[in-house]
């Protein structure tokens, strides 16, 4: 059965501080793909990045950047130089080709909390 | 481009009726699923339609069903509703099932007294 394990319930940092957010996946396809949401206090989640599992090559974007471990089954997220405005709720998700049946499997979240 | 919107925003039913959400996915998206995220928790699946059929659903009761129009917007049932039912309730669409991100509406926050 898929999982997503994000451990770290909630972080507090401070303003410039960089932040690495962890997530752990479990799934027995080969072909699974793997997302991290956004949640700010208003709710709405704000996709940030999606990975393919055959596609291992780390992401920047701007401050943000994934690091995509498949010997550890792992998919991190590092925030550089932390805003006051990247406090919100973040999720990772999972999704993979089960007899069509494709669905999203989120982690619990991590709230973090940046500091000014 | 608009986005996946729900309505309504806010919802606030007695213990015991009926609630109805509502939701339209983006443009040219068919598959619609709804999470459910109670108070402190995560998002918890409840339904995946895609082509006006229901193709999975989540561990929740009978009690909550929903359909999916021939515009592919989707409509959330949930019947003699109970308090533990109070939750924010995500909707989100996505142009190739699982193999593309799903994007998000607003929500609905649904309390139930």
């Known amino acids: 059965a898929q999982k997503v394990t994000q451990a770290q319930t909630e972080i507090s940092v401070v303003e410039k501080e960089d932040v690495t957010l962890d997530c752990v996946y479990e799934?027995?396809?080969?072909?699974?793909?793997l997302f991290w949401y956004k949640q700010p206090p208003s709710g709405e989640l704000v996709f940030l990045i999606r990975?393919?599992?055959?596609?291992?090559q780390n992401e920047i974007s701007g401050r943000y950047s994934w690091n995509f471990q498949k010997s550890t089954s792992s998919f991190n997220f590092t925030i550089t130089a932390s805003q006051v405005v990247d406090s919100a709720v973040y999720f990772c998700a999972l999704s993979e080709a089960n007899e069509g049946t494709y669905k999203y499997i989120f982690g619990t979240g991590t709230r973090l909390k940046v500091l000014a | 481009e608009a986005g996946v919107t729900q309505s309504p925003t806010h919802l606030i039913k007695t213990r015991g009726q009926q609630a109805t959400l509502r939701c339209s996915p983006i443009?040219?998206?068919?598959?619609v699923y709804w999470y459910q995220q109670a108070l402190g928790l995560g998002l918890q699946f409840l339904l995946w339609?895609?082509?006006?059929?229901?193709?999975n659903r989540g561990n929740f009761p009978p009690r909550f069903s929903g359909r999916q129009f021939p515009n592919y917007s989707s409509e959330l049932n949930v019947n003699a509703l109970e308090l533990e039912d109070s939750a924010l309730y995500l909707c989100a669409s996505s142009l190739k099932p699982g193999k593309t991100e799903a994007f998000f509406g607003q929500g609905t926050r649904l309390t139930v007294v």
């Open positions: 339609y895609d082509e006006g059929e229901e193709r």
């Open positions: 799934t027995r396809d080969t072909t699974y793909y």
């Open positions: 443009s040219g998206h068919t598959s």
């Open positions: 990975r393919n599992s055959f596609d291992e």
